[in-house]
């Protein structure tokens, strides 16, 4: 039986029929931890599917030509590379071994891009030779490319990373790329035939921000638009316009539990009390002078406006200047629009299974449940996971007791608590139940995990849909 922490003022997660399936059969569990070892990290390769689909849908109702770069640093798994470039969209990578291994599973220039924050030589020579467009976003850059290129005998794609924008009166700003308001004068000096860096090829320009606004990222595009349409006159040829990722995503269920608990979770540090987190932790909020400051650190789990709507209201944003929408123009002047979402693709496509290692109660009479995992496996820039976790429970014969909870992990450290916040539960877990996270694929799985103790990383299986799934339903990435 599988049930659901803290009944009542929770932070409920939206769960898929495919997470309600594996939960439900806990002889399954069982099987993939005894096979895999403690945690496994599941992936549903049809709900990927599905968000691509979400995606296409949108940029077609523009009929708008598009590519959607699918930014694999979110989330390590082969599987889902695979299943991309299946799906005929492409994949974004940001290290050499990234490209490398996507190249591996059949990625292309067609299909790849490489966005590394550091590129190095090798990176270049990698992407030069397959012809992946390469995201510049210095001079130095430029120059490196340009030499490589050189020795190669070729010509690199590029696309320029263009940050600085102004927003309401106000300049957004970015370690990454060229400012707005210097780069054409840059683009025109010094690439393209007969100029300093005649080996570089611009056919794109890109930006990635920083937080969630729309607002931010429809004024981006539409001056993106209006600098590939100056560059186009100056004899440049740009094809395509990149607004990289950070399309919101909605975790939770209910708008009210997650304002109710941003509440509560305010009164805690008003008052030191409330104990909904461990050792009162505010989650980002602190007390200053008696006032409750700063703000929650962690992502915004829920958002009403999120996915495809908050891709239209990208494309729907108005130039000031000619009131026209961004889609009508990367329309009327045939650029092609990407996308390079991580978080978003991974949708409901992950889900992280523990076992329960052990139970104490510690010197504050604390229930402390201890799982076979490590805070690195459930980790992200977040300071806590605001979903609620599944208890799957072996002996479902008896009694109910209340109990409260914190999950602790495997490493030596006093902070190693898998959740922040206390979880109640219906009665105390047995040595060898399971503990389910739900929606993990999106960073959570991946982006901070270590080998600290020498511990193994976890498994990562792959699974599409069937009516009776058993272990070998369940592809280890490994193996691909
Ligand atoms: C991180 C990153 C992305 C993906 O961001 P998400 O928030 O996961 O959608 C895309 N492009 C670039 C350049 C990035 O750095």
Redesign the pocket.
């Given at each position: 039986m599988y049930i659901k922490g803290n009944k009542t003022n929770g932070l409920t997660p939206i769960v898929s029929n495919w997470m309600e399936q594996v939960m439900d059969d806990e002889g399954l569990i069982k099987d993939l931890i005894d096979t895999y070892g403690s945690p496994v990290n599941l992936h549903h390769l049809d709900t990927f599917e599905k968000n691509i689909e979400d995606f296409r849908d949108v940029f077609e109702s523009y009929d708008l030509n598009y590519q959607i770069?699918y930014?694999r640093?979110?989330n390590k798994s082969k599987s889902l590379v695979k299943k991309a470039l299946a799906s005929g969209i492409g994949v974004?990578t940001?290290s050499y071994r990234e490209l490398e291994q996507s190249l591996q599973l059949g990625g292309t220039g067609q299909s790849l891009v490489l966005?590394s924050?550091i590129k190095t030589r090798e990176q270049f020579v990698k992407a030069i030779i397959a012809g992946v467009p390469v995201?510049i976003d210095n001079d130095d850059e430029c120059q490196l490319a340009n030499e490589i290129a050189t020795e190669l005998g070729k010509t690199a794609v590029v696309g320029i990373?263009i940050s600085g924008f102004e927003v309401e009166g106000e300049k957004l700003y970015s370690r990454?790329g060229f400012d707005i308001s210097e780069v054409q004068q840059f683009i025109d000096k010094y690439i393209g035939v007969g100029k300093k860096y005649e080996q570089l090829d611009i056919s794109g320009l890109?930006f990635?921000l920083d937080g969630y606004s729309t607002k931010q990222r429809g004024k981006s595009l539409s001056d993106c638009i209006h600098l590939a349409n100056e560059l186009d006159e100056n004899g440049h040829n740009i094809s395509f316009i990149?607004i990289?990722?950070?399309?919101l995503i909605n975790y939770l269920e209910s708008e009210r539990e997650w304002t109710e608990f941003d509440k509560k979770l305010k009164k805690q540090v008003a008052t030191g009390e409330g104990n909904l987190t461990f050792s009162n932790n505010g989650l980002g909020y602190e007390l200053i002078n008696g006032n409750v400051e700063r703000s929650l650190k962690t992502y915004p789990y829920f958002n009403k406006l999120n996915g495809a709507d908050f891709l239209r209201e990208v494309l729907e944003f108005r130039d000031p200047r000619n009131n026209e929408t961004n889609a009508s123009r990367l329309k009327a002047n045939n650029y092609q629009i990407r996308?390079?979402?991580?978080?978003?693709?991974?949708k409901q496509v992950g889900m992280t299974v523990a076992r329960v290692a052990h139970r104490k109660k510690d010197a504050k009479g604390q229930w402390l449940v201890g799982l076979e995992m490590n805070m690195s496996q459930m980790m992200s820039s977040s300071e806590d996971f605001l979903l609620d976790p599944y208890l799957i429970y072996t002996d479902n014969n008896s009694e109910d007791a209340e109990v409260e909870v914190f999950f602790t992990g495997a490493y030596c450290l006093e902070r190693d608590v898998l959740l922040k916040r206390k979880i109640s539960l219906p009665r105390l877990p047995q040595i060898g139940d399971h503990v389910a996270f739900v929606n993990t694929a999106?960073?959570m799985m991946h982006f901070f995990e270590t080998e600290a103790h020498l511990f193994n990383l976890s498994a990562n299986l792959s699974f599409s849909d069937s009516v009776n799934l058993s272990v070998s339903d369940f592809i280890d990435d490994e193996k691909l």
């Amino acid at each position: 039986m599988y049930i659901k922490g803290n009944k009542t003022n929770g932070l409920t997660p939206i769960v898929s029929n495919w997470m309600e399936q594996v939960m439900d059969d806990e002889g399954l569990i069982k099987d993939l931890i005894d096979t895999y070892g403690s945690p496994v990290n599941l992936h549903h390769l049809d709900t990927f599917e599905k968000n691509i689909e979400d995606f296409r849908d949108v940029f077609e109702s523009y009929d708008l030509n598009y590519q959607i770069y699918y930014a694999r640093k979110a989330n390590k798994s082969k599987s889902l590379v695979k299943k991309a470039l299946a799906s005929g969209i492409g994949v974004d990578t940001a290290s050499y071994r990234e490209l490398e291994q996507s190249l591996q599973l059949g990625g292309t220039g067609q299909s790849l891009v490489l966005t590394s924050a550091i590129k190095t030589r090798e990176q270049f020579v990698k992407a030069i030779i397959a012809g992946v467009p390469v995201v510049i976003d210095n001079d130095d850059e430029c120059q490196l490319a340009n030499e490589i290129a050189t020795e190669l005998g070729k010509t690199a794609v590029v696309g320029i990373r263009i940050s600085g924008f102004e927003v309401e009166g106000e300049k957004l700003y970015s370690r990454f790329g060229f400012d707005i308001s210097e780069v054409q004068q840059f683009i025109d000096k010094y690439i393209g035939v007969g100029k300093k860096y005649e080996q570089l090829d611009i056919s794109g320009l890109h930006f990635h921000l920083d937080g969630y606004s729309t607002k931010q990222r429809g004024k981006s595009l539409s001056d993106c638009i209006h600098l590939a349409n100056e560059l186009d006159e100056n004899g440049h040829n740009i094809s395509f316009i990149d607004i990289g990722g950070g399309i919101l995503i909605n975790y939770l269920e209910s708008e009210r539990e997650w304002t109710e608990f941003d509440k509560k979770l305010k009164k805690q540090v008003a008052t030191g009390e409330g104990n909904l987190t461990f050792s009162n932790n505010g989650l980002g909020y602190e007390l200053i002078n008696g006032n409750v400051e700063r703000s929650l650190k962690t992502y915004p789990y829920f958002n009403k406006l999120n996915g495809a709507d908050f891709l239209r209201e990208v494309l729907e944003f108005r130039d000031p200047r000619n009131n026209e929408t961004n889609a009508s123009r990367l329309k009327a002047n045939n650029y092609q629009i990407r996308i390079e979402p991580g978080r978003s693709l991974l949708k409901q496509v992950g889900m992280t299974v523990a076992r329960v290692a052990h139970r104490k109660k510690d010197a504050k009479g604390q229930w402390l449940v201890g799982l076979e995992m490590n805070m690195s496996q459930m980790m992200s820039s977040s300071e806590d996971f605001l979903l609620d976790p599944y208890l799957i429970y072996t002996d479902n014969n008896s009694e109910d007791a209340e109990v409260e909870v914190f999950f602790t992990g495997a490493y030596c450290l006093e902070r190693d608590v898998l959740l922040k916040r206390k979880i109640s539960l219906p009665r105390l877990p047995q040595i060898g139940d399971h503990v389910a996270f739900v929606n993990t694929a999106g960073y959570m799985m991946h982006f901070f995990e270590t080998e600290a103790h020498l511990f193994n990383l976890s498994a990562n299986l792959s699974f599409s849909d069937s009516v009776n799934l058993s272990v070998s339903d369940f592809i280890d990435d490994e193996k691909l």
